[in-house]
Every structure is written in C-alpha cells, then in structure tokens.
C-alpha cells in the first residue's frame, strides 16, 4: 500500500488569483459558501490526482480547514481526513476518530490558560492594526486563534505576530507556537498538529503501508512532511521560496 498525505490549498489546488493570467486547462476544485468554483487544479494537478487514483494510492488531506470548509471541497476524498490544522481525525465515513478526539481534548486542556492568554493579549492591538481575529474550535474546544488583515497587510501582521512571539518567550508558553501565512498569523499547540495526527495514522491504521508520500507547500506542513518517506512541494510555495532563498554553503 502507498499512502499520500496530503495539504490541499496552494498544493493541490488554488484559488484563480495565484494562478497566471490566462491559465487554462482548470478544473474546478471547491465552492464557495454560494456554491460557485472558488478553487482550481492545473492540469498538472489533475494528472497528479488522476496517477494517484489509477495506481490505487489512498490519498489522506491534511489541512488546516475545518469540517465545513473541507465540505466544500468538491475532489472525491474517501480516505480517512486531517483536518483542523490537525486537531480533527475524521475516519472514511466522516465521524471523528474517538482516539485521537481523546487525545486532542486532554491536550488542549493542559494549554486552555495559555490560549487565552494569547488571545486576549493581542486582542486590542489587532483591532487597532484593522485585523480580525477568530477563535478556532475542533470537539467543542478552543484550539487555535487567528488573526487575518482584509488586504494581508505585511507590516501589520508582522507587528501582531513579534507582539505573540514576546509574550510567549516571556510566560515560557512553550507548549504553543506561531505559523504566519500570506495574510494570517495564528497561535496554536506546538506538539499537537498535523504531524502528530500523521504518525498517529501511520502507526493505527496504516502500519503495513510500504511507501509514505507528503505533499506540502508551507513551512507550517515541514513537520508532518517530515513524518513521511518522501516528500513533494509545489515550486511557488512558500517551502521552496524559502529554501531558494537560503544563502548557506554547500557541504
């Protein structure tokens, strides 16, 4: 058995205004909450998907959406999902993993001050920078929060996320960490992601697979990518960017 562990946006699919002017050849990939197209593979996307399913690799999402937003996706995943940015185990017939949901629910326990904490540190200063920020649940408990600037406003992000980077050194909260993207900044649990979702289903429920895939674009997807055998990346990620940027000697 071959195993792909997956990201979805920006890896398997994107919305029309990161791909280039004129691309063609897309296939409709999510819907927005009015149910048009909202995301789209490439053609070499699709042929990606289409290899994995004609040579029978089970393909598991692991993404940062939530149960609604991954109702939205419109490829036809019948695997066992990871969603929450890893908090949420969903088995092929769409219920939650009771394991891992215990597992989950003691941990966020442990990190319930701290979470707040952060939360309401920051809260003040996000509204003055015109950001918004989101409380993330996932089994009725709050896991992450989210702060999101309506035109990714860099610089402003920047200040939020130094201002959460402090108070975590300065409390020694090391049990939570940060992950900023294009236009977000979230703190959420350091040891509880989709990393640890990953071995949790390589080791109960995928133990004989042969070969492990990790499919990621972002620096956030690193860890679990490293919980495979192999992994790939999409050239225009923030992965690859990184790497290409990276200035060290070659030894």
Not at 50 to 55: I, N, Q, R
Not at 123 to 128: K, M
Request: proline share 6%.
């Amino acid at each position: 058995m071959i195993v792909a562990f997956t990201d979805l946006d920006d890896t398997l699919f994107q919305t029309r205004r990161k791909l280039p002017a004129g691309a063609a050849g897309l296939t409709p990939a999510t819907v927005d909450r009015d149910g048009q197209p909202h995301s789209f593979c490439t053609p070499a996307q699709s042929a990606l998907l289409a290899h994995f399913a004609a040579s029978g690799v089970t393909v598991v999402p692991v993404t940062g959406r939530d149960p609604a937003a991954m109702a939205r996706v419109t490829l036809p995943f019948t695997s066992w999902r990871v969603l929450d940015h890893g908090l949420t185990v969903l088995r092929p017939d769409g219920t939650a993993d009771p394991g891992w949901r215990e597992q989950v629910l003691a941990h966020l326990a442990e990190l319930a001050e701290a979470l707040a904490g952060c939360t309401e540190h920051v809260a003040a200063l996000a509204a003055e920078h015109g950001c918004r920020l989101t409380r993330h649940r996932a089994h009725g408990a709050h896991f992450m929060t989210v702060l999101k600037h309506p035109q990714a406003d860099a610089a402003r992000l920047e200040a939020l996320q130094l201002a959460w980077e402090a108070l975590l050194e300065e409390r020694a909260w090391a049990g939570l960490h940060i992950i900023a993207n294009a236009n977000n900044v979230s703190v959420l649990p350091r040891h509880l992601g989709k990393a640890e979702a990953v071995r949790y289903l390589r080791e109960q429920h995928f133990p004989d697979a042969a070969l492990t895939l990790a499919l990621g674009d972002s620096l956030s997807d690193v860890p679990f990518m490293n919980a495979c055998d192999l992994a790939l990346t999409p050239p225009a990620g923030q992965l690859l960017r990184t790497v290409t940027a990276a200035r060290l000697p070659q030894r």
